[in-house]
T-cell receptor
């Protein structure tokens, strides 16, 4: 299995809602990532988990809360989002090593609209 | 801070013409990766370059990593309509998990 599966594919939520994005991989990758991508922009790193521990938080607002329950799963909990948070949220995974990087396998993303 | 600059921002070509996109880092990279994102899709990993001066080929695509490990290029020979999309370089730096994406080059191919 060489895929990263993200659910849901589309999500519309109100500013007072609480929702979660889910990501799953079975490639044995021990690094998992959340990226945010706005239209016509590059992916922007939000969080990095390495061996199920949060290793990078790119100063993301607390209304985004990541969780890594095990080595295959990554969640992003959303609460009290703003319309400007509307974007494509991408999950990715890779082999973690601090010496040689490997390419990321991206999921197909969740297209989030905040109304 | 670490930055990866990518040019051009977009390029229109006639089918059959060649295409090149360039990336430049402000500091030395440990590696560079290249991704392709089709319209409406997600980034797909193409290749990773690690060694100084490295050149790799994938059919019509040629990837180069500069001698100083600060720049890289992707060259497509004889473009096809299936090459349409945005090509991103992403620079990896020693000592962390952070990979910095370039702004991307949008390729338009006219049949």
């Amino acid at each position: 299995d060489t895929e990263v599966t993200q659910t849901p594919k589309h999500l519309v939520m109100g500013m007072t809602n609480k929702k979660s994005l889910k990501c799953e991989q079975h490639m044995g990758h021990r690094a998992m990532y959340w990226y945010k991508q706005k239209a016509k922009k590059p992916p922007e790193l939000m969080f990095v988990y390495s061996y199920e521990k949060l290793s990078i938080n790119e100063s993301v607002p607390s209304r985004f809360s990541p969780e890594c329950p095990n080595s295959s799963l990554l969640n992003l909990h959303l609460h009290a989002l703003q319309p400007e948070d509307s974007a494509l949220y991408l999950c990715a995974s890779s082999h973690p090593t601090d010496r040689v990087y490997y390419g990321y396998t991206f999921g197909s993303g969740t297209r989030l609209t905040v109304v | 801070g670490q930055q990866v600059m990518q040019i051009p921002q977009y390029q229109h070509v006639q089918e059959g013409e060649d295409f090149t996109t360039y990336c430049n880092s402000s500091t030395t990279l440990s590696n560079i990766q290249w991704y392709k994102q089709r319209p409406g899709g997600h980034p797909v990993f193409l290749i990773q370059l690690v060694k100084s001066g490295e050149v790799k080929k994938q059919k019509r695509l040629t990837f180069q990593f500069g001698e100083a490990k600060k720049n890289s290029s992707l060259h497509i020979t004889a473009t096809q309509t299936t090459d349409v999309g945005t090509y991103f370089c992403a620079g990896g730096y020693t000592g962390g998990f952070k990979t910095i994406f370039g702004a991307g080059t949008r390729l338009f191919v006219k049949a």
